[in-house]
């Protein structure tokens, strides 16, 4: 009886280690990977992701509760959003805010709202989701704004923002901050994306063409004027066949359906890409990406895109080691992400960020640059040139439903491992390894 009490434990440990990579959480009742992830967002110091389950968890800086789990401390892990353990569809984060869209269509924000951009009817910060003023239904789509405002797409193709409105970001025909949606002007219909940068803001509509109002002064509007305008305004010059667009503080960029990109606006240390350092007023082609870019994402001063092989390349400044290539230096052509060259479904950068994240076709996520706020997510608050893995796994579950391998090791050196059911269902062996003589 013991020798196949020992056979069987040795089969149950021999499937544990085959079937759990190191820093996975496992379910014991289901024995599936929770780790699943399916959307990711980043704000100025702190970043969010949506699991695949729907629920949310955030990271990094919260210093005005943009963490959204009832405190204003950093947290250099992820931590879940109160009330929102599930039932999330998206997700987007602003400087210090962030904002997400429910299963009912519904809108809810926390985090910092000194121009209201919570949507709440208040100027009060909340550290946790608060719901946004006559958005209970029918939003599809969320944009945060590094400048402070907020925009929500509806599920019939209107746009409506809300929050700080000084250079007409709103789009209402004003220069007046709102804490309550106000519709944006000419977009009753027809918009299918909208992205909000630092003082702009851009819609994607379904004929392929481009919309942007707020700041214009360097360009971002891409209508070939430095002038701001309070309602929206055409992007000139723009290719046939836009199917994505992103936004960061003081430049745009467009995807088009054939993998290429084309940015305008400002553009220190060659930004949108074509090998210059001028403010482009209307839209210009980066070199290099002529069909190989299926996602785009914008930061304060670099740009990133996903090809088509699952790659992520960067290009822009790199003080922080934001480019990814394992070094500091500034590249106006884009660069490839080292250890990053395939297998990638998706990268988030925020206007005033200066560090990225891509996640992984396997549900993990990466995150590399400056991470003053902890917003790279691996525990500590240095910044890396090369991509480090966010740590979910540091968050353990409840021991009642599930065990937490680190490392393949749990506290004071044990393996975790799970006994045979019918055996000890809920309950972890704890093996100390012996050591050997050396």
Known sequence: M????????????LAWSMAVQPGSVVSASTGDAVRTISAIATGTSHACALMGGGGLKCWGGNGSGQLGDGTTTDSLTPVDVSG????VTAVAA??????????GGGVKCWGYNEAGQLGDGTTTQSSVPVDVVGLATGVSAIA?????????????????????????QLGDGTTTQSSVPVDVLGLASGVSAIVAGGFQTCALTIEG??????????????NGSRSQSSVPVDVVGLPSGVVAIAAGDGRTCALT??????????????LPGNGTTTDRLTPVDVPGLASEAIAIAVGQYHTCVLASDGGVRCWGANFGGQLGDGS???????????????????IAANGYSSYTCALASGGGVRCWGQNKGGQLGNGTTANSSVPVDVEFASQEPPATDSVEPRGQEGRAGFPLLPLLAGFATGCVVLVRRRQESR
């Not at 602003?94 to 299963?103: L, N, Q, W």
């Open 257 to 270: 359906s054939g993998g290429g990109i084309t940015c305008w606006g400002r553009n220190p240390s060659g």
């Open 2 to 13: 013991r020798r196949w009490i020992r056979t069987a434990l040795a089969s149950a440990i």
């Open 94 to 103: 602003g400087e210090s805010h962030t904002c997400a869209v429910t299963s």
């Open 209 to 222: 063409g481009v919309n942007c109002w707020g700041y214009g002064g360097e360009g971002q509007l891409g």
């Open 84 to 87: 929102l353990t599930s039932g």
């Open 144 to 168: 945060a704004g590094v400048g402070g405002h907020t925009c929500a797409l509806t599920s019939g193709g209107s746009v409506k923002c809300w929050g700080n409105n000084g250079g007409g």
């Open 328 to 346: 500091t230096t500034d590249s106006p052509a884009p660069v490839d992400v080292l250890g990053l060259t395939s297998g990638m479904t998706a």
